[in-house]
Structure formats: C-alpha cells, structure tokens
C-alpha cells in the first residue's frame, strides 16, 4: 500500500559526478527567464509569500523538452535523470530545480506538491540529517490536501494530525519520494547559506504502468529505517 509511505529514499543509481558550482549558477543565471513560463511563475517573487518562501525556482526541463541548454552543460545529469527511476527520458514531462535561498533559516512554508508521482532528488543537500517536516492527514486522501496561500501558518482543506515527523536522507546526494496526499510537509533549514538544490522530477506514464509504484514499494522494504508512514493519529509509526 504505496499510499501510506510517507516518505522513503529510492534505490536509484547514485548520482553522477558534476559541476556544482557550474549548476549554482546556471540555475541563478536561468531563474529570470523560468519566471516567463504560463501558469508557473517563481512563487518567491510572488507577493504575499515572497518572504516566506525558501526557494528559487528553475525547469531544466519543461514540456517533454530540455531548457535553456541544460542537457548540454550538463549531460551527466541529464543522463541520469532519464535512467535513474526507470522510466525513459520520453516519459519526463517536467523537472523544476528549488535551490534554496541563502537567506532562509527555520522552518519554512507547509504546503503540498501537485505533481502525481512525488518522485525527487536532492542533487546536493549538505544538511542530510534533518531536512523536511512532515504532517500527516487525520483520513487518508484520495487528492492532494489544498492550502491557503499566503501565510507562513497555511489553512489546509483537510484536517491535519497533530504530530509532526522529521525525514532525513541517507546522503547529500540522494533521490527520494515525498507522498503529497497524505501528508504536508515543510523545508528545514538550521543555518544559513545553506548548498541545497531539491528537484521534482514529474513523470507521466501510461495508465497502468507501475514502474514507479514499484520503485516506492521496493525501496521502502530496502530502507525501512528511514520511511516515514501514515498511521491513523496518535497510533505508534
Ligand atoms: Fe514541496
């Protein structure tokens, strides 16, 4: 029942060798022109949650299509996005790079993604230990829970658990998946300047195909120290 994790790392292949600081700045350099995109504008230049969102936002890949020559800069990479979860590079709709800002500490912004599969990687993290916040749902969902934008303290459409779990990740570099239907969840960050870049890598596969929920099954048995999952509130994880 893939529904209930929560959160487990993916037994991927491990990232490859690249040029970090070559992606720091591309993605610093390519921030102003993804805020062009219809529909998806960077949020962190978005009145009312401007300051209380932790993250940049950049598409390497939008529309079943590379952006701004990331495939050419960086080719380690987008090799291995292409073979990393198994699915092909055809089945990528969207990858939306969040480098976080240097100037957020603490907790920050409880929110749910909207992408189907939660399939993610950080390509560096330097704070494994304690990186994401989780909250569970009180039932469990068949959408995504809704959230008022706005407030650093969002009002969601469904009732939350009254516990709050911590995920961490095995190593800096390290592919995950994060379940945004029964759970909200909230970045951490205990210093500042931190050398964080969280990827969504958003699939869209045939109706039937369980490579992905096989992936998540597969990886929860292998890691079953690190998963995080739902129980119905108050009862033990
Ligand atoms: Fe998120």
Redesign the pocket.
Known sequence: MTEKILYTPLDTPPVPEYDLDGLLEWCKQKTINTQQIPGRLDSSNVRGIQDVYPWHIVYPRKNFEWKYGFDEQFPQLADWFGRAYGPSLDKIHDIIMLPIKSEFTGVGFW???PDRWGMRVYLENQEPGEFLRMIPTKELQQGRPNFGQGSIDPVFNVELQDRVLSAKLMNPRQAFF?N?KNAV?A?VNPKPGPLRIATIVSFTLQPGDDTLVELIRRSAEKYDDYVLRWTESGAAT
């Open positions: 929110h749910s993604d994060l945004s969840h970045v």
